[in-house]
């Protein structure tokens, strides 16, 4: 009977060790389930961050790829166009015009007063070494025909002159300069005429589109501030267009006559300066 119960007391003690463990192992199963659920659970949730992230960092670069084209304002030239079909083909294209013909004009007279530059300096300094010379008055002709410019040809005209005395010769340059003198000038008054023109043509598109413009509050037997407005913008886009286009031409045209004005006067202190050479080399010649 002692060993009987002395069995089934190791059997009990078997068992509650076999439940202990069993209680045990589904602890830490369950730990491990429980541990494993939250590493998945923290994984869904940062793979969802990321995802938002990411879809905000891809708005992001949508909207910044969409902002500059909705910010981008039309050049300078788009709005030009624009306004220059806004204030009408009429009275635009001619102001336009003028603003062609008149840059031309400008264009033309630039050019030609820079190549009458000259060196007035080195043109008497060859003309006395010439006069110097054996040939003389020959040499210092010479020196004239090869140089360009109004100066070596007034100068030319005066040294033609010489052997009927220094009063002819200052008459022939005095004569002679007033002639190129208008040669310097020539086209001058058309570009003063396209600087006046283009602001009367802009006023008289002004007058006529709100001539136009009461036509339409007349004609709609009411005052509506759109109608009013437009018709007004219209009027005034041909008065600013002619004012630019004399803007524009003023300038070039006061450079022109002020680069007269400097050959004019180049001309004039040469040309005492050449009588000067001159009546040193008569005198010189009849000592």
């Given at each position: 009977m002692k060993k009987l119960f002395s069995i089934l007391a190791i059997i009990g003690l078997l068992n509650i060790n076999n439940n202990s463990l069993i209680a045990q192992s589904n602890n830490v199963i369950s730990s491990e389930v429980a541990s494993d659920s939250l590493t998945t659970d923290s994984a869904m949730t940062d793979s969802a961050m990321t995802d938002s992230a990411m879809t905000d960092s891809a708005m992001t670069d949508s909207a910044k790829e969409v902002l500059p084209s909705e910010t981008n304002e039309p050049s300078f030239h788009q709005v030009l166009k624009e306004k220059f079909i806004e204030g009408?083909?009429?009275?635009?294209?001619v102001v336009l015009i003028a603003l062609i013909l008149g840059l031309a004009l400008c264009i033309e007279r630039i050019i030609y007063l820079n190549l009458a530059t000259t060196d007035t300096d080195k043109l008497l300094s060859d003309i006395d070494e010439a006069l110097k010379g054996k040939k003389g008055m020959e040499s210092a002709k010479e020196v004239?025909?090869?140089?360009?410019?109004?100066?070596a040809s007034i100068f030319y005209q005066g040294l033609e002159r010489s052997s009927e005395g220094l009063d002819m010769v200052e008459k022939s340059i005095v004569a002679y300069g007033s002639v190129q003198m208008g040669r310097l000038e020539r086209n001058t008054s058309w570009i003063s005429l396209f600087i006046a023109l283009a602001p009367m043509l802009g006023f008289m598109g002004t007058v006529i589109?709100?001539?136009?413009?009461?036509?339409?509050?007349?004609?709609?037997?009411?005052?509506?501030?759109?109608?009013?407005?437009?018709?007004?913008?219209?009027?005034l886009l041909t008065t600013v267009f002619g004012l630019i286009v004399a803007m524009i031409l003023q300038v070039f045209y006061n450079y022109i006559i002020s680069k007269i004005d400097s050959l004019v006067n180049s001309m004039e202190d040469a040309s005492i300066t050449l009588i000067d050479i001159l009546a040193r080399h008569s005198g010189s010649k009849n000592n």
């Open positions: 009408g083909a009429g009275f635009m294209g004239c025909r090869n140089t360009p410019g109004p100066v589109g709100m001539i136009g413009a009461f036509d339409a509050i007349e004609a709609n037997n009411n005052i509506s501030p759109a109608l009013v407005a437009g018709g007004i913008k219209v009027a």
